[in-house]
């Protein structure tokens, strides 16, 4: 059998519930463009800013922004797509694309923190922009053949018509690739984004590690405080992404099912549509949390509405706080740069020993100069 149906929401739609829809809808997008465009725009405009992990972020933000209007606006807001059926084909399976891409996204940003706890000494030499924008690629392109598999390799699209699913075997295809995408790209990331983070507690509260950072850095405890602190911040990024779209998730897994097998019953509906707002609130939350638990990116943005309220900046002590332990760092560089040369005056055979060990301290300046940026 031919699709000859234009695709419209499902269940009993009365002039109230489309007048809701429209007005959480709009709402929800006119908040998520703004908060991710502002972000983004403060982290692109401060020089400061412009780190890997930061760079991980505004990847994110963009793909929120996306999301609002090339999905949640078309379909949500005005979904009766009679005169495109390529946008009404498209729809579905662009919105698989973009959640796809956040949820890897936050993969990535995970990984990245990962990184930065367990080499804190050469966390620098392997985290580089260019290592960033390749990760991103991979990103894109894996979320861009999973969320449009079925029309790039089963032709799930009709030119004349919106194209809906009837017959038996493409019901069983279009379950197959639930089941897939959902279990592999979804559940399956989100477990690993929790076990990394297991990881990165017990690596910073491991005694060995703790010996390490004592051995190798002047200001140990702070330092530790600083990873423990970043991880708890990107940690509670994530526990607010799982709270928000893991029940949408799972309800959509099992609506999905229940609605091929016949099964579908009007509370799971209703239940759906509640946590569909709560998931597609998250781009429009996710901006600002970041932006409040991260110390650099709340003092950047703070100073940009006072410099519109043409109020004082309020960074004055911050910047000396930075200055002063910029300061620290550099005046601890000479001094081991000059314990090095006394050594190589004194003992020839030492100074190997002695270079090795101001390249080392050279390493830990650039990674603390790094972490005072971004906290």
Sequence with gaps: MNATNVTRPTGP??????????IIYSIIVAITVGTNSLVIYIIATKKRLRTVSNGLMISMFVTGILFAVLYILPRW??????HSPFLCSMLPYTGVCLIVCSNLHQCAISLDRFLRVSLPFSYNNVARKRYAIVVIAIIVII???????????????HGDVCYVVFTQREIFIY??????????LFFAPLAVIFATYIRIFIIINSKSRQEL???????????????LKAAKQVAMMTGVYSLCWFPFMILTFVSAIAVFSGSASQTATTLLETFQYLAFS???????????ITASVNQALTNYFRQI?????????????YSTRSSFI????????????????GQVKKSSSSHQLFEQNQDQVSNEKQEIEML
């Design 282 to 292: 998250y781009h429009a939350i996710n901006p600002l949390l970041y932006a409040f």
């Design 330 to 345: 550099r005046s601890n560089s000479m001094d081991l740069a000059s314990q090095a040369k006394l050594r190589s005056n």
């Design 77 to 82: 807001i005005y979904p009766y797509w009679t």
């Design 13 to 22: 739609l009365t002039l109230p519930i489309v007048l809701r829809r429209i």
């Design 175 to 184: 379950r197959i690739y639930l089941i897939v995408v959902y279990a592999s």
């Design 309 to 321: 309220c043409n109020l004082p900046a309020s960074d004055q002590r911050d910047s000396r706080s």
């Design 213 to 227: 950072y004592y051995k190798r850095s002047r200001q140990p405890r702070s330092t530790l405080q600083k990873n």
């Design 143 to 157: 979320s861009v053949i999973s969320g449009f598999f079925l029309n790039i390799f089963y032709g799930f699209y």
